[in-house]
């Protein structure tokens, strides 16, 4: 996979430590947004030091093709971080992974998520030979089931107390995408 695409409206980037700035003010002005829907967060979280770690993690993961973390600009606005599409858990193994995603509360509803999936997805199951994403979703959040289904991800089933939310163990919806080249 490429560490920069376009799409119509945005610039999707890998990003390496020299963005822990712009990658704390997105998680910093979003926190109680994102709260409902994420893990507690350790102590120092909500630091440049902590977001610098966290980028270079992520791009020498992105080296290994073990991870894959896009962080969406705006075109216009090549400087704030408006989301992040990342797949984790890639198997080469077995060609699967998990696709999570985030938009800055500002920018939801505007179809940004649409718009970066539609262009990272085919991308994935080329490069990486990637035959199955799955996607586990909070039951209440409907945006985030809007957009899997408009992706055309189908219904699996619950996978129960799946993931640690605000500190509690939580059921989730789980769907997959299955790519067709397979």
């Not at 606005?77 to 500002?106: A, M, N, P, W």
């Not at 996607?135 to 899997?148: H, Q, T």
Request: net charge negative.
């Amino acid at each position: 996979m490429n560490f920069q695409y376009e799409t119509e409206r945005l610039q999707l980037l890998v990003c390496n430590e020299e963005y822990s700035n712009a990658l704390l003010a997105f998680m910093t002005e979003n926190k109680d947004f994102f709260a409902p829907y994420e893990p507690l967060r350790q102590p120092g979280f909500y630091t440049e030091e902590f977001q610098a770690r966290v980028l270079r993690a992520e791009f020498l993961a992105t080296l290994r093709s073990t991870y894959l973390r896009y962080y969406l600009f705006l075109k216009e606005d090549t400087e704030h971080i408006i989301g992040t599409v990342s797949f984790s858990g890639i198997s080469r193994t077995d060609g699967s992974c998990r696709v999570g995603y985030k938009l800055d509360r500002l920018h939801t509803g505007r179809g940004y998520a649409t718009e970066a999936l539609r262009c990272l997805l085919p991308e994935l199951g080329k490069s990486l030979q990637i035959h199955r994403v799955e996607a586990d979703i909070l039951l209440e959040n409907a945006p985030s089931l809007r957009l899997i289904e408009r992706l055309g991800f189908a219904y699996e089933g619950v996978a129960r107390s799946s993931h640690e939310i605000g500190g509690i163990w939580r059921d989730h919806l789980r769907y997959s995408y299955i790519f067709a080249h397979q």
